[in-house]
């Protein structure tokens, strides 16, 4: 609880340094995200920071539920969510986009609805929602449910979700971001999907508070980097 505490007050303090100053390139920045966005947006504000060292970036992975909540209490500037909140004095507008997709081992072949249930499922906490909307919107007159499937492993840690995949024991249904960064050996591969199915990235603060001149910069510097 001492470590949290300290780390909250040496967070505030930071805050505190930042108030009355509006300079694009320096000050504290407090986002959160789902960890599948968060992979790529704070890859994207390590590179930035290494340009702008004054940039302060603190970065939060959360679910979204916490994510709106921490944005109404301001404890955090700016979040990215998957579901728009209905919180009216939240501004949220479309950032980007995440394709959702079905990742197989290295060497599967049988790449119909009947292999995979041969081939088994790797859960993880959003694991179940994934995989039932590629499947119901690919495979509707096979799909009866996902307890149809048999599971062969669970894993809570967004950046390990794919190595099981990757040794074959299973398939797995993830966003996109995720797929891109994994650096398992042998690289699953994506199951082709004849349907597509994507989640837009909200980003989300409050209304009526006017955001240091820092956020433009680095959204500006985000769109253009897409």
Request: aromatic share 12%.
């Amino acid at each position: 609880m001492f470590t949290y505490g300290n780390a909250l007050f040496t967070e505030h303090q930071l805050f505190k340094s930042t108030l009355g100053r509006d300079h694009p390139h320096e000050g504290l920045c407090r986002f959160a995200s789902p960890g599948s966005f968060g992979i790529k947006m704070y890859d994207f504000l390590m590179t930035l920071n290494r340009q702008y060292p004054k940039l302060m970036i603190h970065y939060a992975y959360a679910p979204n539920q916490s994510i709106v909540r921490d944005v109404m209490e301001d404890r955090i500037d700016v979040g990215f969510v998957t579901r728009k909140p209905g919180e009216p004095n939240l501004a949220a507008d479309i950032v980007e986009e995440e394709r959702l997709q079905l990742m197989v081992p290295a060497r599967f072949s049988d790449m119909d609805f009947l292999g995979l249930k041969n081939l088994g499922f790797i859960n993880h906490p959003d694991g179940f929602h994934h995989a039932s909307r590629l499947l119901q919107e690919n495979f509707p007159k096979e799909l009866r449910g996902m307890d149809e499937f048999l599971v062969r492993g669970f894993i809570n840690q967004i950046a390990r979700i794919l190595e099981p995949v990757a040794h074959g024991l299973g398939f797995t249904a993830l966003p996109e971001f995720v797929c891109t960064a994994s650096n398992c050996k042998p690289k699953p591969k994506i199951f082709p999907l004849k349907r597509q199915v994507t989640d837009p990235i909200y980003r989300i603060y409050k209304k009526h508070r006017k955001l240091p001149v820092r956020f433009e910069f680095i959204f500006a510097e985000y769109m253009a980097a897409r």
